[in-house]
């Protein structure tokens, strides 16, 4: 007689469960999911046609515009602005005008070059006071320009420059007065601050023993006249601190003589005497 070997049934699930479904996939981890090799397959044979269209005129506008697309000029005028100049120099002569710069390379490239941005911008790291005469290049000019566009030509095409030693002086301020003041008086001007701080070129500086304001009108005055004025124009690249006085202008009596002619003169307590 044979015993049977006791064993445990699995747990059977009631037959209401079921099983619990995943839930939908959030948006942000679709993003960073990784294709499986099948999906990379299915997304190059998908639209072939289409793909191998966008392909070709992809290249078609890559070729027009940077391979086909003829060479153009342009005349561009660059303004010149010194970069780098040692402290207590200054540069006395920029051209006034601007440099015309001939430009060569495709024409939609030529067309987005900026002549209110682009400057040439000799670097004067290294220089010394005197004249100096600069060669002028495309490797001048800033921002640089797109790699494809040349620099044909520059007129002109050297600069002579004139770099000066920056000096500091103060000087006395003296009040220019116009018109004259009503009879009998005699204008006293002053001003306050009665000196300035006159800094410019050295060659200039050395020319200037006193700093003039503009002039006051004093015509038929006879009391004091007070006003703000600005200093007179000295020379360029030469400044004042502060660049305004104030005027003060004191009246006083002077001392006159004047003639009467043609007068009757009578003798009195005298008969008979005439003069």
């Not at 997304?43 to 191998?52: A, E, F, Q, S, T």
């Not at 970069?83 to 030529?110: D, Q």
């Not at 360029?236 to 006083?252: G, N, W």
Request: charged share 30%; hydrophobic share 40%.
């Amino acid at each position: 007689m044979r015993l049977q070997a006791l064993t445990r049934r699995p747990d059977t699930a009631p037959p209401d469960a079921t099983p619990e479904q995943p839930g939908p996939t959030p948006p942000w981890e679709r993003l960073w999911r990784l294709p499986t090799r099948m999906t990379l397959r299915d997304l190059v044979r998908r639209n072939r046609g289409l793909k191998l269209v966008s392909i070709l005129l992809a290249f078609f506008l890559w070729f027009s515009i940077n391979v086909s697309e003829r060479d153009a000029e342009r005349v561009v005028e660059l303004p010149v602005a010194i970069r780098r100049l040692p402290p207590g120099l200054i540069v006395t002569n920029l051209p006034a005008k601007p440099i015309k710069t001939r430009l060569r390379g495709p024409r939609t490239i030529l067309e987005g070059v900026d002549e209110h941005k682009v400057r040439l911008a000799p670097d004067l790291s290294s220089t010394m006071p005197g004249d100096l005469r600069l060669d002028l290049g495309g490797d001048m000019i800033r921002p640089d320009l797109p790699r494809r566009l040349k620099v044909v030509s520059l007129e002109p095409a050297r600069l002579k420059l004139h770099v000066e030693r920056l000096a500091q002086r103060n000087l006395t301020v003296r009040v220019e007065v116009a018109g004259l003041p009503a009879a009998g008086y005699k204008a006293k001007p002053s001003a306050a601050p009665d000196h300035v701080e006159v800094r410019g070129p050295a060659s200039k500086l050395d020319d200037l023993k006193e700093i003039a304001t503009e002039p006051v009108d004093v015509s038929g005055a006879s009391a004091t006249v007070q006003r703000t004025v600005l200093l007179s124009w000295a020379g360029d690249f030469v400044t004042f601190a502060p660049d305004h006085v104030t005027v003060t202008v004191a009246f006083e009596e002077e001392m006159m003589r004047r003639e009467f002619r043609g007068v009757d003169v009578r003798v009195l307590h005298a008969e008979g005497a005439r003069a």
